[in-house]
């Protein structure tokens, strides 16, 4: 039986040319056993008209927030109450922006500030809408409340002629992603329980003296997102952090370290205690063989700095005796799936996360596109996680990293 049946859904629609993917999802939905009422915003009737979702769904479609008759029968806060789970698809960018803000200024709105329901959202824009900083900031704040979860957008050719993203995603994929949000909420809550989490995450930094350093981009989002994932999925969390400016996640046990050597020291003082390793850390793959104690002076026109090779914390973990179940990130600019591959057996891993990065991708980002890879016997598996929130990207690696880990 399905984890929708007999929820109750309220199919949120605003105007956009996505639409029409919303009565297939409707549809969808509906197959899966849960009861539907839509609500529509005036500019979504501009599109399609309420009749379609009202054929379909079985049940007078909502738009007003002072229709009498429909007040009569179910009061707003009353039909918000009702709702297991609102879904708003597509989610134009106009909407998007009043949510995040509070607004309540016409049914669809008033709805998302009433319930207490999970809230999914697909976005549908222009892709130039999508990345405005406003947009992002909006769907930043959106994101970063537990009830909130995002689908997409998708990449690809928009109705504008425009490329890249905006697209609404697959009414399949919003179903999934719909399944997902229950999943968290009735199984995922146990799926880890028992079982501790070993993760790194952020930069290193591998100092030249007192003043100078070399490091990377991470940000630690990434890495921060999947604790926080492990810790709702019901694990015990340990993080050892390079240098980063987020919050831990309450009740994650953090352990901040600067250079590679001091993230090795600690993740080997750490991992008996591990059933699953989790390497996001973006690791300094070399460091200056010497560090400077004082400043090191601009006297010569060149200045030569020699460095060693760190150690690589995931490949030593992986070949310890009674290794944790071990998962490592390829971060790529290029060839991003045989190099993933091959880091996932040259590394001896129970998987691998490939993610691009360059171009503004990956690094520092809000989002990102992940694609796993791992073998069962002998045969190898790939997913691709699309782009979305790394917050909801984390949750669904987790989902996958517990499954493999069962059956390893
Ligand atoms: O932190 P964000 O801004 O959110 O960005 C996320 C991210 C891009 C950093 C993340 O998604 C990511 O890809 N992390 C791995 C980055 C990386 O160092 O990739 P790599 O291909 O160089 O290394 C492969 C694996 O070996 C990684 O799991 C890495 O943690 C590990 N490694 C590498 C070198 C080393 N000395 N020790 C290691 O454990």
Same mark, same amino acid.
């Given at each position: 039986?399905?984890?929708?049946?007999?929820?109750?859904?309220?199919?949120?629609?605003?105007?956009?040319?996505?639409?029409?993917?919303?009565?297939?999802?409707?549809?969808?939905?509906?197959?899966?056993?849960?009861?539907?009422?839509?609500?529509?915003?005036?500019?979504?009737?501009?599109?399609?008209?309420?009749?379609?979702?009202?054929?379909?769904?079985?049940?007078?479609?909502?738009?007003?927030?002072?229709?009498?008759?429909?007040?009569?029968?179910?009061?707003?806060?009353?039909?918000?109450?009702?709702?297991?789970?609102?879904?708003?698809?597509?989610?134009?960018?106009?909407?998007?922006?009043?949510?995040?803000?509070?607004?309540?200024?016409?049914?669809?709105?008033?709805?998302?500030?009433?319930?207490?329901?999970?809230?999914?959202?697909?976005?549908?824009?222009?892709?130039?809408?999508?990345?405005?900083?406003?947009?992002?900031?909006?769907?930043?704040?959106?994101?970063?409340?537990?009830?909130?979860?995002?689908?997409?957008?998708?990449?690809?050719?928009?109705?504008?002629?425009?490329?890249?993203?905006?697209?609404?995603?697959?009414?399949?994929?919003?179903?999934?992603? &719909?399944?997902?949000?229950?999943? #968290?909420? /009735? $199984?995922?809550?146990?799926?880890?329980?028992? %079982?501790?989490?070993?993760?790194?995450?952020?930069?290193?930094?591998?100092?030249?003296?007192?003043?100078?350093?070399?490091?990377?981009?991470?940000?630690?989002?990434?890495?921060?997102?999947?604790?926080?994932?492990?810790?709702?999925?019901?694990?015990?969390?340990?993080?050892?952090?390079?240098?980063?400016?987020?919050?831990?996640?309450?009740?994650?046990?953090?352990?901040?370290?600067?250079?590679?050597?001091?993230?090795?020291?600690?993740?080997?003082?750490?991992?008996?205690?591990?059933?699953?390793?989790?390497?996001?850390?973006?690791?300094?793959?070399?460091?200056?063989?010497?560090?400077?104690?004082?400043?090191?002076?601009?006297?010569?026109?060149?200045?030569?700095?020699?460095?060693?090779?760190?150690?690589?914390?995931?490949?030593?973990?992986?070949?310890?005796?009674?290794?944790?179940? &071990?998962?490592?990130?390829?971060? #790529?600019? /290029? $060839?991003?799936?045989?190099?993933?591959?091959? %880091?996932?057996?040259?590394?001896?891993?129970?998987?691998?996360?490939?993610?691009?990065?360059?171009?503004?991708?990956?690094?520092?980002?809000?989002?990102?596109?992940?694609?796993?890879?791992?073998?069962?016997?002998?045969?190898?598996?790939?997913?691709?996680?699309?782009?979305?929130?790394?917050?909801?990207?984390?949750?669904?690696?987790?989902?996958?990293?517990?499954?493999?880990?069962?059956?390893?």
């Amino acid at each position: 039986m399905s984890t929708l049946n007999n929820k109750k859904i309220i199919l949120a629609v605003t105007g956009g040319i996505a639409v029409y993917k919303s009565a297939i999802l409707l549809r969808l939905l509906i197959k899966q056993g849960a009861e539907v009422r839509v609500v529509m915003t005036e500019s979504a009737k501009e599109f399609v008209t309420p009749l379609t979702f009202q054929a379909l769904s079985g049940n007078v479609v909502r738009s007003e927030l002072f229709d009498q008759d429909a007040e009569a029968g179910m009061g707003h806060i009353e039909l918000a109450q009702w709702a297991d789970q609102i879904i708003i698809a597509p989610a134009t960018a106009n909407t998007i922006a009043k949510i995040s803000y509070g607004m309540a200024d016409n049914l669809l709105t008033t709805l998302c500030l009433a319930t207490r329901a999970p809230l999914l959202i697909a976005p549908a824009m222009n892709q130039k809408m999508w990345h405005h900083p406003t947009t992002q900031k909006n769907i930043k704040k959106l994101s970063a409340q537990s009830s909130v979860f995002l689908c997409g957008p998708a990449q690809g050719e928009q109705a504008c002629g425009d490329t890249g993203f905006g697209r609404m995603e697959e009414p399949q994929t919003i179903l999934e992603s &719909c399944l997902d949000c229950w999943c #968290e909420d /009735n $199984q995922q809550s146990v799926v880890l329980k028992g %079982k501790t989490v070993l993760i790194t995450a952020g930069p290193t930094i591998e100092d030249i003296d007192p003043v100078r350093y070399i490091s990377n981009r991470s940000s630690g989002k990434m890495g921060y997102a999947i604790a926080r994932a492990a810790l709702d999925s019901g694990a015990r969390v340990i993080l050892v952090s390079g240098p980063v400016h987020i919050e831990v996640p309450q009740g994650v046990e953090i352990h901040q370290v600067r250079s590679a050597q001091k993230m090795h020291k600690k993740v080997f003082s750490l991992v008996e205690q591990a059933d699953i390793f989790i390497a996001t850390a973006a690791v300094a793959d070399y460091r200056p063989i010497t560090k400077n104690h004082e400043k090191i002076k601009k006297t010569n026109d060149r200045l030569n700095i020699e460095f060693v090779k760190n150690l690589d914390i995931l490949s030593a973990v992986s070949s310890i005796e009674n290794k944790p179940f &071990c998962v490592g990130f390829a971060a #790529e600019t /290029n $060839q991003m799936k045989s190099y993933a591959i091959d %880091k996932l057996k040259r590394k001896n891993l129970d998987m691998i996360v490939a993610n691009q990065v360059g171009d503004d991708k990956g690094f520092e980002k809000d989002d990102n596109e992940l694609s796993l890879y791992w073998f069962k016997e002998n045969d190898l598996q790939e997913k691709i996680l699309p782009f979305s929130s790394k917050k909801n990207l984390a949750r669904q690696l987790i989902k996958e990293i517990s499954f493999n880990f069962k059956d390893s």
